[in-house]
Each structure stands twice: as structure tokens, then as C-alpha cells.
Nanobody, 115 residues
């Protein structure tokens, strides 16, 4: 069993910053990749960014230059640093972990950007 848990969501004003964390625990033999998606109200889930097992980073165009993913391999944890937040960043943010052929998802953490 693998558990993926996100934390760090909340309410922030436009232009503010927030950092999300995501940890994978349990039967984590080898973590091939982790990443973030988000789902805004009434919209489909979309990619935010991913980090491969080799450390390659890919970001959605909508967050490039504002969001940064970092990884702590020893803790099987990734972070999503979100700066210059906009109201359109409001969504539930989901983390996933790829282990072999399986992808495990967290329950999500809500981010609301509003004044």
C-alpha cells in the first residue's frame, strides 16, 4: 500500500504565495516520479507540473515562472512553491506518485486565491 498525502492549502490574497507539500509513504520501493495537478470548480483536472525520477521538471505554461517544484528524495516528498498567485489559480491541488506501472493519488488540498 502506498499513501500520498498533500498539505499546505488555504486562503491567500492575489499576488501572495503558498507552499504545498506532498509525501508518499508505505510500500515505496522506488519513486519514479511525482507531480501536481489541479481542478478548478466546473473544470477538468489539469497538469500543474511534474518531476521525473531523474529530476526533470515540466510545468504547465500557465504556471511557468510563478510555480516551482522541488523534491526531497530522502523523504519521498515534493513541494510546490506558488508565487504571484492569481484568482484563476483557485482549485483543488492533487499530488500523484508514480511507482513502477502504478500511479497513486492524494485526496487533494484546496487553494483559494481571493481578496
Amino acid at each position: 500500500q502506498v499513501q500520498v498525502v498533500e498539505s499546505g492549502g488555504g486562503l491567500v490574497q492575489p499576488g501572495g504565495s503558498l507552499r504545498l507539500s506532498c509525501s508518499a509513504s508505505g510500500s515505496v520501493s522506488r519513486l519514479d516520479g511525482m507531480g501536481w495537478h489541479r481542478q478548478a470548480p466546473g473544470k477538468q483536472r489539469e497538469l500543474v507540473g511534474i518531476v521525473s525520477g531523474g529530476g526533470r521538471l515540466i510545468y504547465a505554461d500557465s504556471v511557468k515562472g510563478r510555480f516551482t517544484i522541488s523534491r526531497d528524495n530522502a523523504k519521498n516528498t515534493i513541494y510546490l512553491q506558488m508565487n504571484s498567485l492569481k484568482p484563476e489559480d483557485t482549485a483543488v491541488y492533487y499530488c500523484h506518485a508514480v511507482i513502477g506501472l502504478n500511479t497513486y493519488w492524494g485526496q487533494g488540498t484546496r487553494v483559494t486565491v481571493s481578496s
